[in-house]
């Protein structure tokens, strides 16, 4: 099972939005509605912040917002923050495993 | 409140094995699948395997049958994750992460145990 390919890095300044694209396959982004989307600070454990697809668990901002079309997930942060400067993994059910994005850096300008 | 506490650091030999636990607390452990989880130095992340606690069952990645067991303590509502034959590319963070089973994403993860594979 092959990594999802993210972009390696996005940037914004605060208060634009960016996009965090993540592509599979039809064995796993493109057939199931199972992608999650995790933030990650430098040395924490990562967090979750979409499941399902576009679901956003209780206490993440409604900033956050996911998307999916064919074999391509989609992560929107609106209204960039300082701290939303973070690596952001995606990571789908595959039947099986599960296989995780490359993951993106993101940068607040 | 749910938490995941995780054993200690680990400097191991070529060769070796590790054994890193991860203790739950907070909820009721045989309701929840554990994932095994690395992240290698300034690397994303790679899935291990699954276990469930209630019956034991494990699933592994492909990349690491043979290689690895994990396997649970009721009594103490622990998971252990055990990596034989170590080589200095298994020199990663290891996290365990909680599913509620059915849902496919992991909704709590233990701080993380470094293991470095070293002569």
């Known amino acids: 099972q092959s990594a999802l390919t993210q972009p390696r890095s996005v940037s914004g300044s605060p208060g634009q939005s960016v996009t965090i694209s993540c592509t599979g396959t039809?064995?796993?982004?493109?057939?199931?509605?199972?992608v999650s989307w995790y933030q990650q600070h430098p040395g924490k454990a990562p967090k979750l912040m979409i499941y399902?697809?576009?679901k956003r668990p209780s206490g993440v901002p409604d900033r956050f917002s996911g998307s999916k079309s064919g074999n391509t997930a989609s992560l929107t942060i609106s209204g960039l923050q300082a701290e939303d400067e973070a690596d952001y993994y995606c990571?789908?059910?595959?039947?099986?495993?599960?296989?995780f994005g490359t993951g993106t850096k993101v940068t607040v300008l | 409140q749910v938490q995941l506490v995780q054993s200690g650091a680990e400097v191991k030999k070529p060769g070796a094995s590790v054994k890193v636990s991860c203790k739950a607390s907070?909820?009721?452990?045989?309701?929840?699948?554990m994932h095994w989880v690395r992240q290698a130095p300034g690397q994303g992340l790679e899935w291990m395997g699954i276990?469930?606690?209630?019956?034991?069952?494990?699933n592994y990645a492909q990349k690491f049958q043979g290689r690895v067991t994990m396997t649970r303590d009721t009594s103490t509502s622990t998971v252990y994750m055990e990596l034989s034959s170590l080589r200095s590319e298994d020199t990663a963070v290891y996290y365990c992460?909680?599913?509620?089973?059915?849902?496919?994403?992991?909704?709590?993860w233990g701080q993380g145990t470094l293991v470095t594979v070293s002569s």
């Open positions: 276990i469930n606690p209630s019956a034991g069952n494990t």
């Open positions: 399902d697809v576009s």
């Open positions: 990571c789908s059910y595959a039947g099986s495993p599960y296989v």
């Open positions: 907070g909820y009721t452990f045989t309701r929840y699948y």
């Open positions: 992460a909680r599913e509620t089973p059915g849902v496919s994403y992991f909704d709590y």
């Open positions: 039809s064995s796993d982004v493109g057939g199931y509605n199972y």
